[in-house]
């Protein structure tokens, strides 16, 4: 009975150390995020993006690109995107941290916006725009992560606002999505379909005379374009060794 007694007990120690050594261990998370413009993606002939992508009302694809060659042919696709103007690659962050913590990036901006106070008193507030994103990768093996993600993309909404003591306020469109799935340490996953449309003012004309003080306005003209674009997110967790 005593026998008995001391390999359970020698089982469980070996389990808890072997808990406690996954819970020191670090895990290095790069992240990409590029924007593509849609309409000039189609002129070039890729539409891999548009196979993954969902509705609005539905969650966006996400999932892990095992075949190093679709890897490659996606990436290749977005380099020739870059060269011609069609996509810009908005942060590639590294982050590291620890196992069964999450880690956590935004790039994007801050709107400025005028808030009256109760006694006349005005200040400045700002809402945040852009791309969150949330990453909690939980180790299972040597070489196995539990990832759970979540992801953001907003923009300013000029379509919808509100006016705040004569300053005109846009709203934000938001897009968000959350998934949780086992990968291989060093697979990449692949966020897409997060899809947002808005209107840009440029303006057109003649070169040059357009340009001119005054009398531009008689060469040119602002209008109003509605460009649509699709945020591709590719995020590689990755165990680190130890030194």
Known sequence: MLKYFKIIFLTTIAGFTS??????????????????????????????????????????????????????????????????????????????????????????????????GANGQVSVQFKKYGVVLEIKPVIKSEDSIDVELKS???????????????????????????????????????????NQTRKERIKVGVPLLADIPVLGVLFGKNKIITKKTSIVIFVTPTILEET
């Open 19 to 116: 808990y406690v050594h996954a819970e020191e261990k670090l895990v290095q998370i790069a992240v990409e995020i590029v924007e593509v413009d849609t309409n000039l993606s189609h002129q070039f002939g890729i539409n891999w993006i548009d196979a993954i992508r969902a509705e609005e009302s539905s969650i966006p694809g996400v999932f892990a690109v095992g075949d190093f060659t679709r890897l490659t042919r996606i990436y290749a696709d977005l380099k020739l995107l870059m060269e011609k103007g069609a996509a810009d690659l908005l942060a590639n962050p590294k982050l590291v941290t620890k196992n069964n913590t999450t880690a956590s990036f935004n790039a994007g901006g801050e709107i400025p916006y005028i808030v009256a």
């Open 152 to 194: 953001e993309v907003s923009c300013p909404d000029e379509s919808v606002f509100v006016s705040l003591s004569g300053n005109i306020v846009p709203g934000i469109l938001s897009r968000s999505i959350s998934s949780e799935l086992n990968i291989k340490s060093g697979a990449t996953i692949t966020i897409a379909g997060l």
